[in-house]
T-cell receptor, first 114, second 114 residues
Framework: DVKVTQSSRYLVKRTGEKVFLECVQD?????MFWYRQDPGLGLRLIYF???????EKGDIPEGYSVSREKKERFSLILESASTNQTSMYLC?????????????FGPGTRLTVT | DQQVKQNSPSLSVQEGRISILNCDYT??????FLWYKKYPAEGPTFLIS?????DKNEDGRFTVFLNKSAKHLSLHIVPSQPGDSAVYFC?????????????FGTGTRLTIIP
């Protein structure tokens, strides 16, 4: 079974803090994704990576950056957290040609910025 | 611009009856569609998918129908069970989108009434 883990289930940070969200997958998948989920807006793609050290912007990259130094690990960075970044953050992975379009998700991190 | 739309934010269905969840899309380049199920405090899990070369795909109690001319897909759950209570997201992608990015709808909260 594919396992995607996220470093924290709940996180509370102050406005202006730098925030790191970590994601690790154990199935050697090439693709990794970061989404945020907000009521009424569904899942929106922030950034994704299709290889180590490669990254591409998703639909809402503003205020975020990412890092992928190792294949299994994909980090989301909020350079200066703001209250409008309070959300549920979901990490996912997939393998081109093997899992097709199916993405496997972690349990999510509920981030509150005060 | 919401390319994948789920116009019903919520749906309540009696246990044992059929649940029908709907999804519309606007981008004619989408050629692969998926349904995900999400419980509170968990990540989404893959449920069922369909390629645009088919108009129906069935897996146990779950059937997805695709009407390409109407740009509409639906998920049927028969019979509905209490454990089906969750938020359901439809998602779309295609070979033209590279790296198997998914575009998600806004979700429908399904409640099964015992």
């Amino acid at each position: 079974d594919v396992k995607v883990t996220q470093s924290s289930r709940y996180l509370v940070k102050r406005t202006g803090e730098k925030v790191f969200l970590e994601c690790v997958q154990d199935m050697d998948h090439e693709n990794m994704f970061w989404y945020r989920q907000d009521p009424g807006l569904g899942l929106r793609l922030i950034y994704f990576s299709y290889d180590v050290k490669m990254k591409e912007k998703g639909d809402i990259p503003e205020g975020y950056s990412v890092s992928r130094e190792k294949k299994e690990r994909f980090s989301l960075i909020l350079e200066s957290a703001s209250t409008n970044q309070t959300s549920m953050y979901l990490c996912a992975s997939s393998q081109p040609g093997l899992t097709g379009y199916e993405q496997y998700f972690g349990p999510g991190t509920r981030l509150t910025v005060t | 611009d919401q390319q994948v739309k789920q116009n019903s934010p919520s749906l309540s269905v009696q246990e044992g009856r059929i649940s029908i969840l709907n999804c519309d899309y606007t981008n004619s380049m989408f050629d692969y569609f998926l349904w995900y199920k999400k419980y509170p405090a968990e990540g989404p899990t893959f449920l069922i998918s369909i390629s645009s070369i088919k108009d129906k795909n069935e897996d146990g109690r779950f059937t997805v129908f695709l009407n390409k001319s109407a740009k509409h897909l639906s998920l049927h759950i028969v019979p509905s069970q209490p454990g089906d209570s969750a938020v359901y997201f439809c998602a779309a992608s295609g070979s033209n989108f590279g790296n198997e990015k998914l575009t998600f709808g806004t979700g429908t909260r399904l409640t099964i009434i015992p």
